[in-house]
């Protein structure tokens, strides 16, 4: 059974940092794209960052650019995410997805393996 399982969310101050992680387990992914997407409240699923299969491209959105860094290590089959000077509007859940392909982007549908999310909660 594939199993994607985020941790390291919680509450943290703005300007403060989180680093999230998503272990893998029911098969490897080391040669296909994972990403990182987020959900608030009463909004659709956004993207925000993904990483290739080898972690030789990596893409974000606008509003993570500069602030948060996507990694991965295959040896552990788990990608991350760091993220810092954190905002209130950064608050969401934070959902980990792997792709059937090497590459990866900004689309929902690209993805087909989705963890159950873990909490990142950004106080003013």
């Known amino acids: 059974q594939v199993q994607l399982v985020e941790s390291g969310g919680g509450l943290v101050q703005a300007g403060g940092s989180l680093r999230l992680s998503c272990a893998a387990s029911?098969?490897?992914?080391?040669?296909?794209?994972m990403g990182w997407f987020r959900q608030a409240p009463g909004k659709e699923r956004e993207f925000v960052a993904a990483i290739s299969w080898n972690g030789g491209n990596t893409n974000y959105d606008d509003s993570v650019k500069g602030r948060f860094t996507i990694s991965r290590d295959n040896a552990k089959n788990t990608v991350y995410l760091q993220m810092n000077s954190l905002k209130p509007e950064d608050t969401a859940a934070y959902y980990c997805?792997?792709?059937?392909?090497?590459?990866?982007?900004?689309?929902?549908?690209?993805?087909?393996?989705w963890g159950q999310g873990t909490q990142v909660t950004v106080s003013s």
């Open positions: 997805a792997a792709g059937p392909t090497p590459w990866g982007g900004p689309n929902v549908s690209l993805y087909n393996y």
């Open positions: 029911g098969r490897t992914f080391s040669t296909n794209a």
